[in-house]
């Protein structure tokens, strides 16, 4: 199925998966009291955001959905650490992709708010702890460059060496790199990553389901990769403007002016 096809999919079924969802916190159902329907919204931002840049080619837009994304996490997490309960499946390290779209849409305060409401502690049951292990040194890297707190990020460096028992990780070694303002170093990690992503992609299975949207969405769009590039840029790290599945389109600049906090619950038929 062609991509475009794949994506038009994509983004009616995360529409209509959108309206649900906030029917569903309307109702304060048990999706909501579990917290996984804030999940599903950010999630379905995220997909629109895909579809924006990858479809529609519009940055605008995509801007857009990534900052829902955001404000629907940071309204969980709010809930949360104001007494909402949560199942712990929805509140561990590696749902924590919103917060990559807060710093890939250049959000920086929002990226500091959710990075100071994730968990920081890894869940054996639910994650891996290196999986764990990234986010947490990017919101603790971030929080220190905005100058909250005093994470100690080369004992998360260390931590993740000794769980890969002497194996190798590129995200690792690219955070090294970042950790240590080398960009060269930083440049080549990312390389090895994006081809690391490149090979993992190609070898999944071609089909009109799941694979086949991963591969035209997160396979496509290298979202952490935008991340990461905009804490190195903020170090003043010299980087490419474009790289392969980081096209320069999505490189959004600082300063946009967000979306309000709400919206995100906004669906096609409140806009119609």
């Not at 995360?14 to 159902?29: A, N």
């Not at 829902?68 to 712990?88: K, Q, W």
């Not at 929805?90 to 500091?112: H, I, K, M, N, S």
Request: proline letters at 4%.
């Amino acid at each position: 199925m062609p991509a475009s096809t794949t994506l038009e999919t994509l983004r009616d079924a995360s529409r209509f998966g959108l309206e649900e969802t906030v029917r569903s916190i309307q109702r304060r159902d048990a999706m909501e009291q579990s917290g996984q329907s804030y999940v599903v919204a950010a999630m379905c931002h995220r997909r629109l955001a895909f579809c924006a840049l990858l479809v529609d080619a519009r940055p605008h837009a995509f801007f857009h959905h990534l900052c829902h994304s955001a404000h629907a996490r940071h309204h969980l997490l709010r809930l949360v650490a104001n007494g909402h309960g949560a199942d712990p499946r929805f509140l561990c390290a590696t749902r924590e992709f919103p917060f990559t779209d807060a710093l890939a849409g250049g959000q920086l305060d929002l990226a500091v708010s959710l990075a100071q409401l994730a968990a920081r502690k890894h869940e054996p049951a639910l994650e891996y702890e290196d999986d764990f292990l990234l986010y947490h040194f990017l919101q603790q890297y971030c929080l220190k460059l905005k100058g909250v707190g005093a994470p100690d990020l080369s004992a998360i460096l260390k931590r993740w060496d000794v769980v890969l028992e002497g194996g190798s990780d590129t995200y690792l070694e690219m955070c090294r790199a970042l950790l240590a303002h080398e960009a060269s170093a930083f440049d080549e990690a990312l390389q090895a990553t994006i081809d690391a992503r490149l090979l993992k992609f190609s070898r999944l299975t071609r089909d009109s389901g799941p694979n086949d949207e991963l591969r035209k969405t997160e396979g496509a769009l290298f979202m952490n990769g935008l991340a990461v590039l905009r804490l190195a840029e903020m170090q003043g790290m010299e980087t490419r403007r474009e790289y392969v599945t980081i096209p320069s389109l999505a490189r959004l600049p600082l300063g946009m002016s967000p979306p309000p906090t709400s919206a995100w619950m906004e669906t096609e038929s409140h806009r119609s």
